[in-house]
């Protein structure tokens, strides 16, 4: 016997659990905070082996008053409420059910895609890869082939445990691109702009040793959201490149105590490096440094503005060469 995991059970009474045929996920009763009368009627979706938040499903399958038990046969729900002008104490009532009546958010993108420079709708082909967070912490990864229509439009489905989505031009007539969208909240809208591939166009060489620089917040070792993307997109490249290893340097400021600012640089290091192996990357392809305030960037020389110095470097080379000269 096993207990069933949050969000299907509570600190409150959940009961009835009863799988949707139209959907993928259950349908349960339960009386927690925030429903329209004591007891109602929620779904709760289930992909790749995660749940979804559990949705109320709204009147009028729920009331004021007590709505328990469903069954779905087809595009019909029978469910039991005691609500009032029935026959009895608890009657069962049957509904259609239609978008209006149950509508289970849709999670994902509608792409459009255009002609760097002109603005015209393109249709081409992209890989799609969705990385989705597994039980262990890292993430597993789905990998589809899609071709943007006439109107340069791409709808891509994703699931709760969807983190991000990178998109990759795979179409001789368009130069290389990748693009990282970050996980979605609903249906979100993007505009994406893809360059017509010419003679003169060098191509793109994917082992370039330029990386970008993290920043961080005063006195944080957090990596905020705005930096997450340039993480990931470091994150996908030694993935796909399992020959380069990085060197990972944390820095500080010298707005405060240099004992403190040499270990608040470490942890900045530390953080980024948790990141890359949640994504499955072996330790043994980094090697963690920590600078504190003692190498302020060029930018601060230039600005004098300290959240220049706020930052995680990287430097790649090839692991098959000894660490000390990557």
Not at 47 to 57: R, T, Y
Not at 106 to 133: C, Q, R, V, W
Request: contains cysteine.
């Amino acid at each position: 016997m096993q207990l069933m995991p949050a969000p299907i059970n509570s600190d409150y009474s959940d009961f009835g659990l009863m799988e949707s045929n139209r959907k993928s996920g259950f349908y349960f009763s339960s009386n927690r905070p925030g429903g329209h009368g004591l007891w109602d009627i929620y779904f709760v979706s289930f992909s790749d082996g995660v749940f979804g938040e559990p949705i109320n499903l709204g009147t009028p399958v729920n009331s004021e008053f007590n709505d328990i038990t469903i069954t779905e046969i087809g595009n019909v729900v029978f469910f039991c409420s005691d609500r009032k002008d029935g026959q009895g104490n608890t009657d069962i009532y049957t509904i259609m059910l239609s978008p209006k009546v149950f509508a289970i958010p849709e999670i994902g993108y509608h792409i459009k895609f255009l002609e760097k420079g002109t603005n015209k709708p393109i249709s081409a082909d992209f890989i799609i890869t969705m990385y989705k967070k597994a039980n262990d912490g890292k993430f597993d990864k789905t990998i589809l082939k899609k071709r943007s229509d006439g109107n340069g439009f791409l709808k891509i489905e994703c699931t709760n445990n969807t983190e991000y989505v990178k998109i990759t031009v795979d179409d001789e007539e368009y130069q290389p691109m990748h693009k990282i969208l970050l996980k979605p909240v609903g249906v979100q809208d993007e505009s994406l702009y893809v360059s017509k591939l010419s003679l003169e166009d060098i191509p793109i060489d994917v082992e370039s040793r330029e990386y970008p620089i993290i920043y961080f917040e005063k006195n944080s070792h957090q990596i905020p959201d705005k930096e997450m993307k340039k993480a990931f997109e470091i994150a996908i490249k030694l993935k796909e490149h399992p020959n380069i290893c990085l060197h990972i340097t944390g820095h500080a400021d010298a707005t405060g105590k240099e004992d403190y600012n040499m270990k608040l640089s470490a942890k900045r290091a530390e953080a980024i490096k948790k990141i890359f192996m949640n994504f499955g990357l072996t330790e043994n392809r980094f090697k963690v440094l920590h600078k504190g305030e003692n190498q302020p960037s060029e930018m601060y020389k230039k600005t004098k503005d300290h959240r220049y110095n706020r930052r995680v470097e990287f430097e790649a080379g090839s692991c098959a060469i000894d660490d000390e000269k990557l």
